[in-house]
């Protein structure tokens, strides 16, 4: 199986830190994106926030609607992933201040 190279795996990258604002990422994504594809990335991102906050699986999934093994797999990333949510939510809450 032939393997994609690292220039073409990178530009979907290269386009999402080109974006200038929150009216071009949501008008990107859009156009990316199915529906349920964004509104799937938008819970689990929500679903890690809320784990990060320690909230409990019951009470998020009560808030945002994810399934237990939704909240699970955003729990396994969170503790043993490429640590992209733990550099993200900092910020999130840095840019909320």
């Given at each position: 199986?032939?393997?994609?190279?690292?220039?073409?795996?990178?530009?979907?990258y290269q386009a999402i830190l080109a974006l200038k604002?929150?009216?071009?990422?949501?008008?990107?994504?859009?156009?990316?994106?199915?529906?349920?594809?964004l509104r799937a990335m938008e819970q689990r991102m929500?679903?890690?926030?809320?784990?990060?906050?320690?909230?409990?699986y019951n009470e998020i999934l009560e808030r945002t609607?994810?399934?237990?093994?939704?909240?699970?797999?955003?729990?396994?990333?969170?503790?043993?992933?490429?640590?992209?949510?733990?550099?993200?939510?900092?910020?999130?809450?840095?840019?909320?201040?």
């Amino acid at each position: 199986m032939k393997q994609p190279n690292r220039e073409q795996n990178d530009t979907l990258y290269q386009a999402i830190l080109a974006l200038k604002d929150m009216d071009e990422c949501r008008r990107f994504f859009q156009d990316l994106c199915t529906v349920s594809e964004l509104r799937a990335m938008e819970q689990r991102m929500e679903v890690a926030v809320l784990l990060d906050e320690d909230m409990i699986y019951n009470e998020i999934l009560e808030r945002t609607g994810a399934s237990s093994a939704t909240i699970s797999r955003v729990k396994r990333a969170l503790l043993y992933g490429a640590d992209g949510y733990q550099t993200v939510i900092p910020r999130l809450r840095e840019s909320k201040q």
